[in-house]
């Protein structure tokens, strides 16, 4: 079993940058993939980054180039640096974990989800 519990949301300009967090409980974390999606009003839940057991990393094509997902296995947390913020960014963000250790976009594959993290970027 695998809680997660995200921080770091908030209100930002556009061009700001933020840093999520996603702490976990589990002494096997370090062998879980992480993912990172969000959900803006009205909308399907969309994925947004992921990192494998290895540290391997993918993006959605919205994202590439501003923002970061990475991991501190000695402190069970996943990051994401989020820079140059638009308002398109503004969702609730989620981050899930994945037992198999292979990142994935498809949200369906993830096993364990934090309550989420609120983030609104003004223009």
């Known amino acids: 079993q695998v809680q997660l519990e995200e921080s770091g949301g908030g209100l930002v300009q556009a061009g700001g940058s933020l840093r999520l967090n996603c702490a976990a409980s589990?002494?096997?974390?370090?062998?879980?993939?992480v993912g990172w999606f969000r959900q803006a009003p009205g909308k399907e839940r969309e994925f947004v980054a992921a990192?494998?057991?290895?540290?391997?990393?993918d993006y959605a094509d919205s994202v590439k180039g501003r923002f970061t997902i990475s991991r501190d296995n000695t402190k069970n947390t996943v990051y994401l640096q989020m820079n140059s913020l638009k308002p398109e960014d503004t969702a609730v963000y989620y981050c899930?974990?994945?037992?198999?250790?292979?990142?994935?976009?498809?949200?369906?594959?993830?096993?364990?989800w934090g309550q989420g993290t609120h983030i609104t970027v003004s223009s």
């Open positions: 990192i494998s057991r290895s540290a391997g990393t």
């Open positions: 589990g002494r096997t974390f370090s062998t879980y993939a």
């Open positions: 899930a974990a994945r037992g198999s250790g292979f990142r994935s976009s498809i949200p369906q594959r993830y096993d364990y």
